[in-house]
């Protein structure tokens, strides 16, 4: 039967030694007892609850109920009492929370064979990793890195790089123009960069002349998006400018870093071609990784070159010396070279990707190719 506080009668030591005994053993059974938190909650809600725990009851039943001559010492064994009980409490609360822990080791095995918990590595989109590997070729020859604002000038993508208003070259980047702009002079006029050029000019604009610089970043033109064209994509730019720098620079540079990204096997031919801020301008072809070179492959044409042998890969010349006029350099001092090329284009032949499109579709199955 549950322990209940009893009234006293007789409040003399004896009696009172029988009580408190009662009272403790009642404390020592209930505490073993508690074997959870909700148990313990219990039990010390019954012993020391502020209405009616038997704490509160010995207190009336015992101490205000004694003769005024039994007070002190029925008060100094009440006081005992209270501290034994508040010190029962807090060791069963220990207690409690102790075995359950034990509880719950105890329930638990670790099983060392299971495999662990293998998280998914992200990878790098091989947009910006081919994007990187081109940087770090040129900074390896001592390029810096330098970027411009994807919404640009008129001004910064076409006139200071000597496309004159109305020019027809400026029909070969076809153009995404920011609405609203008729207000503002031409060279004003917001659009989106259709190449990272612009940024030649805004470089020399801070920088005297010598300048090694490369520049990643998006551009955007408007074509239709399928497997060889995309609206919005990315570019190297290269600009080299200081006192004698010739041609065949431009040449070793470039041979260099297509052997750096393709391997050393690889052969660069220069093509005559046309940009309004390169003279003389080039297309640099580069011998066709699939075939070899050779144009053809497997018994037939090599479908990958035309059966030409050759892939055309960038843009690039000696800077136009109108172009110095608009950066503030001097024409007559200087010399030097400039390129541009397409990230895709590259990513493309060295992945062997058959879709540009690919590399915007996030598809993860794709993409964890290039961990
Ligand atoms: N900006 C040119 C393009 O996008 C490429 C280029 C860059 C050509 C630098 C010459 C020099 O087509």
Redesign the pocket.
């Known amino acids: 039967m549950a322990y209940t506080v009893p009234k006293l009668k007789d409040f003399s030591a004896k009696a009172l030694d029988k009580a408190a005994a009662k009272l403790l053993s009642a404390l020592e059974d209930e505490t073993k007892a508690v074997a959870s938190e909700g148990d313990w909650k219990e039990f010390r809600d019954r012993w020391m609850g502020r209405k009616n725990g038997v704490l509160t009851q010995i207190n009336v039943l015992w101490l205000k109920a004694a003769p005024k001559d039994e007070k002190k010492q029925v008060g100094q064994r009440v006081n005992e009492l209270n501290k034994q009980v508040e010190a029962k409490v807090d060791t069963a609360l220990q207690r409690a929370q102790g075995g359950a822990s034990e509880a719950k080791l105890a329930a638990e095995r670790v099983d060392i064979t299971l495999p662990g918990n293998v998280r998914p590595l992200g990878a790098e989109h091989p947009i910006i990793k081919t994007m990187n590997e081109i940087v770090s070729v040129f900074r390896n020859l001592g390029y810096s890195v330098e970027e411009g604002p994807e919404i640009e000038t008129d001004y910064y993508n076409f006139e200071a790089l000597n496309f004159p208003p109305n020019h027809p070259a400026r029909d070969t ?1 076809d153009t995404i123009f920011i609405a609203n702009q008729e207000s503002k002079a031409t060279r004003d006029r917001l659009l989106l960069r ?4 612009p940024v030649q000019i805004r470089a020399m604009e801070r920088t005297k002349p010598p300048i090694r610089i490369v520049v990643p970043g998006k551009v955007h033109r408007n074509d239709a998006a399928d497997a060889t064209h995309s609206p919005v994509f990315h ?1 190297v ?1 290269g600009l080299a400018v200081d006192t004698n720098i010739t041609f065949s620079d431009l040449k070793g540079t470039l041979d260099h870093a297509m052997k750096a990204l393709f391997g050393s096997s690889v052969k660069t031919r220069f093509y005559p071609s046309f ?1 309004p ?2 003279e003389p ?1 080039a297309d640099v072809q580069i011998s066709c990784l699939f075939c070899g070179g050779k144009g053809y492959r497997d018994g037939g044409r090599c479908p990958n070159c035309k059966a030409s042998g050759w892939i055309e890969l ?4 000696m800077v136009d010396p109108n172009v110095y006029g608009f950066a503030d350099y001097d024409a007559k001092k200087v010399s030097g070279f ?3 090329m397409g990230v895709e284009r590259i990513a493309i032949l060295k992945y062997g990707v058959d879709d540009i499109q690919m590399f915007y579709h996030g598809d993860v199955r794709f993409l964890e190719q290039f961990r």
């Open positions: 980047q259709t190449h990272t050029s570019q730019e940009f801020f390169t301008s960038l843009g690039c010349g400039a390129f541009g």
